[in-house]
């Protein structure tokens, strides 16, 4: 299966608390550029997943206005920044069909994208995971070195 693993998009440093912060409108500009860049390689996602920080529901929200979708993002606990990446990578595993997107947060990101391609999950991945990053992955099992980078995509 397909699945894409996205970064949200930038958010203002500092709020009441870390689960408060919004998209900068750079950050809404660069998830419109990101959402672009994925329809122009063909990656549509069939179903959008997001953490329950308020940025990564603004930057699922605007993937899908971006690109014309009808659903709505489904909001999962579990892919916050302070988890334990073994324990999001299950969470999403749990979730994903083909065609999924999923946005979440660093470092759990990159952890996992390491751990999927490389079996590491401190690999250097590239392209970094920039804010709106997108990585398009074939993932046969979620296990160690099992999952390919298809496409990638910065803003």
């Not at 390491?114 to 995971?129: C, V």
Request: aromatic share 6%; glycine share 6%.
């Amino acid at each position: 299966m397909n699945i894409i693993l996205m970064r949200h998009g930038e958010a203002i440093p500092f709020a009441a608390s870390d689960s408060e912060r919004s998209l900068t409108s750079n950050g809404i500009a660069e998830v419109t550029k990101t959402s672009s860049l994925l329809m122009e390689g063909g990656w549509v996602p069939k179903a959008v997943f997001c953490s329950t920080r308020l940025r990564a529901q603004q930057t699922a929200c605007r993937v899908i206005e971006s690109m014309s979708l009808s659903s709505t993002p489904e909001i999962i606990n579990g892919i916050t920044p302070e988890e334990e990446w073994r324990s999001a990578l299950k969470i999403i595993a749990a979730n994903a069909s083909d065609g999924s997107l999923f946005v979440f947060h660093q470092p759990i990101l990159t952890e996992i994208v390491g751990y999927l391609i490389e079996s590491n999950p401190h690999a250097d991945i590239h392209p970094r995971a920039v804010v709106a990053v997108a990585y398009v992955l074939s993932v046969c099992d979620f296990l160690p070195g099992k999952a390919t980078i298809l496409s990638s995509y910065t803003p």
